[in-house]
């Protein structure tokens, strides 16, 4: 980072008292003058601006004791940012002494730019001021922060020289920041040579041991203090809970509530994440409670924020609503946590809501922000809106630590919003790309049936060094699936164990089980269910009960069925499956049973959903949806669809409307599904030639899938259509999965 030069030299005989310049009036005078007491209570800059004139008015800024309380408010103030207002001041200082110095690199150690402490340092020493043990521990704390190993090692070695290895908040500074940089055998080194150790300096290496997942030694450290006070409990309650140890941070603060130590803002934030985290909705209950008895706690902004969290990520997002509209101010963190919560609760339409609102109100979103909006962008198929946070993206949040993470998420959201291609062109801008950038590509090219491009990036990803992972496997048995790739898949099942000692995990059972059932292959299916080591869940006899329905094998149809209302009873999906095979058979008596015992169990088929960006509104549309402002204009095309199509000879496929009805009346059920819908709005409401994408939240039925690539060919339009699984490309009259989802 920085090399501490020059190096320090020290006179024989050092003063490490600081001694007020001859020049200055009398310390009680200067102490009890008007202009300085009114430094007490300023609160704002503009007060602050008005003072200092005073100062300068009557004369005081000639005295270094005036400027330094001048400057320590500008350093301190929790009101308002001094830092900057500090600096112009100090530079207009002919001889600063060691207080003003050390103001100074206090300001600049607690600052958002810790590394101008240390520059600062250099800068003082370099013009003959010596350091006095008051400076130390505030290049200590900027090293921790920096986690600035070198000149750490630095400043103590010139502690050392100038003798102050003894001083007590030096010797906590110094466990510190080895212990934050994850020297622990040299913050114990120092702590065990320390013939005076106070909690802080226990803390400390409590929080460097609990930071690195030694949680042992850090209880062990913590059931040495003599005394413990409420940073030493924060310090293993947060040790615990940054480990994952959610449950055994909450009994500790159980255990904390019993002694005498009040906890504080920290222990309460600490808490209320552990609550969040492990799902303990009823703690977290009793602490806002206390909280609330709690004055000064209600009025913490941390706090709040923390509660938002654990309700929105507990499900009673009421609550968390309830919490945010209730603050009158709110930073970036408030809307993060309640955007996140919306992501985390499958919210997504309420996620960008709310992230517009955060615009609207002037908050710059961070990449803390991003990487909550991107996946309801991915969701709801918000292309237009993705690529805003793209642009917003490349001009601000260029160098942030979470960069890689952007990146991948932005692959993520436009492979799943239908451009592949703009999701390949991020892909190939990266300069480093971690192992999760390399997975969202292939699951990418998996779910628009590109499996070549898949196993071509693959082995492109083998060829610079990078390990795949379960999760990698994953999605090159998804691409097998998805474009029937029987003979490869079995390879990647094999080879995976075989060559990359990775571990099968239901999702790869899952993958090779649905591309077995795809293929009528049941009997080989089923002795794979046979030899996995758990139990096979809802999603591989669901697969297995879809690949019955394309076979029409009737009779293992009702067995995976049984096994799947065993696997899922509350699940409507398996009943209405089964009831497709049913009416696709012609057996209208089994369908009006399942129907009945649906009807009985309160349970309803979950309604087909599709929804179309148009200039950044995402509208969504139900079957035979009847509520949009355009709803003629929409119902006046879908006529003219069905009287072209008609013309182009299309005959709809009646053989999945679940009721016994006549032909004419299926084609009209047919007719008004949610993608029809969608697909006609968007042709009203877009430019001849622009291609149009669609995200439906169930597997597109065949007739729909027919009429779309009629429509395409009939409209001259590229129709981009995402299911429940996967994406269709329709392209003059084609489907890109060849008829095979």
């Known amino acids: 980072m920085m090399l501490l030069n020059p190096p320090l030299t020290v006179p024989s005989s050092y003063p490490f008292h600081f001694l007020p310049s001859s020049s200055d009036p009398p310390y009680d005078t200067l102490r009890n003058h008007p202009s300085l007491s009114l430094l007490l209570n300023c609160k704002t800059l503009q007060s602050l601006r008005q003072i200092h004139a005073q100062i300068i008015k009557t004369g005081l800024h000639n005295t270094n004791y005036a400027l330094s309380k001048l400057l320590e408010l500008c350093v301190l103030s929790p009101h308002f940012d001094g830092i900057p207002y500090a600096i112009s001041v100090f530079e207009t200082i002919q001889e600063p002494n060691q207080f003003i110095w050390n103001t100074m690199l206090r300001g600049h150690a607690s600052s958002s730019d810790p590394l101008s402490a240390l520059k600062l340092y250099l800068c003082m020493i370099s013009h003959g001021h010596l350091p006095n043990p008051y400076t130390f521990p505030f290049l200590l704390k900027s090293c921790a922060k920096l986690k600035a190993f070198s000149e750490g090692q630095q400043i103590h070695g010139h502690v050392l020289k100038l003798g102050c290895d003894l001083d007590l908040y030096i010797h906590t500074s110094l466990v510190s920041m080895y212990a934050q940089n994850g020297r622990l055998e040299d913050a114990r080194k120092v702590f065990d040579k320390s013939p005076h150790r106070d909690v802080v300096s226990y803390t400390a290496l409590i929080t460097g041991y609990a930071s690195r997942g030694y949680i042992r030694s850090a209880r062990k450290m913590f059931d040495e203090i003599p005394m413990r006070d409420v940073v030493s409990w924060n310090a293993m309650i947060s040790g615990y809970a940054e480990t994952g140890n959610y449950k055994e941070a909450l009994r500790l603060f159980k255990e904390m509530m019993k002694t005498n130590v009040r906890p504080d803002e920290s222990t309460m934030v600490t808490v209320v994440s552990a609550c969040a985290q492990s799902g303990d909705i009823e703690l977290g209950r009793q602490v806002h409670s206390m909280i609330d008895d709690d004055h000064g706690f209600g009025s913490s902004l941390n706090i709040v924020n923390a509660l938002i969290d654990l309700y929105s990520k507990c499900g009673e997002v009421d609550t968390a609503c309830g919490l945010f509209e209730g603050l009158a101010y709110k930073d970036v963190i408030t ?66 630590a979470n960069a890689s993470s952007l990146r991948t998420s932005l692959i993520d959201m436009y492979a799943k919003c239908g451009d592949i291609e703009a999701a390949e062109q991020v892909f190939n801008s990266m300069i480093h790309r971690s192992l999760s950038s390399w997975n969202a590509m292939i699951f990418g090219f998996a779910m628009h049936g590109r499996a070549d491009a898949a196993f071509n990036l693959f082995s492109r990803m083998r060829k610079n060094g990078i390990e795949p992972d379960d999760i990698t496997f994953v999605g090159l048995l998804s691409a097998c699936s998805h474009s029937g790739m029987l003979d490869s898949g079995r390879h990647i099942f094999r080879t995976m164990t075989l060559d990359y000692n990775v571990t099968p995990k239901l999702e790869h059972y899952g993958c090779m ?146 009721q016994e009805m006549e032909e004419e009346w299926k084609e009209g059920a047919l007719r008004h599904h949610s993608e029809k819908l969608a697909i006609a709005f968007g042709l009203i409401s877009t430019k001849p030639g622009t291609k149009l994408t669609i995200v439906k939240n169930l597997r597109v039925c065949r007739n729909c899938h027919e009429a779309t690539k009629l429509i395409s060919k009939i409209y001259r339009r590229e129709i981009i259509a995402r299911d429940r699984s996967r994406f269709h490309h329709f392209r003059d009259g084609v489907c890109s999965c060849n008829d095979y989802w």
């Open 513 to 658: 089980i649905d591309l077995l059932g795809h293929s009528g292959l049941f009997k080989e299916a089923e002795e794979m269910i046979n030899t996995m080591p758990m139990e096979p869940d809802g999603v591989i006899w669901c697969s297995l009960l879809k690949a019955c329905k394309k076979h029409g094998n009737l009779e293992l149809a009702e067995s995976f069925a049984q096994k799947l209302i065993k696997a899922e009873p509350e699940n409507p999906g398996s009943y209405v499956l089964l009831s497709n095979i049913y009416a696709a058979a012609g057996r209208w008596n089994e369908v009006s049973k399942i129907r009945a015992l649906l009807n009985g169990k309160g349970m309803k088929k979950t309604p087909g959903c599709s929804s179309i960006e148009i200039d950044s509104v995402v509208h969504e549309f139900v079957i035979g949806d009847k509520f949009h402002p355009r709803n003629r204009e929409i119902y006046g095309m879908l006529e003219e669809m069905e009287v072209l199509m008609e013309e182009a000879g299309f005959v709809a496929d009646t053989s999945e409307v679940l």
């Open 335 to 400: 809307w993060n946590t309640l955007i996140g919560g919306y992501t985390h609760m499958s919210l997504y339409k309420e996620a960008l809501l709310l992230f517009q609102e955060m615009l609207r109100s002037g908050e710059s979103p961070n990449d803390v922000t991003m990487l909550s909006v991107l996946p309801a962008c991915a969701h709801l198929g918000a292309i237009d809106i993705g690529r805003w946070i793209h642009v917003y993206i490349d001009r601000k949040l260029k160098s942030v």
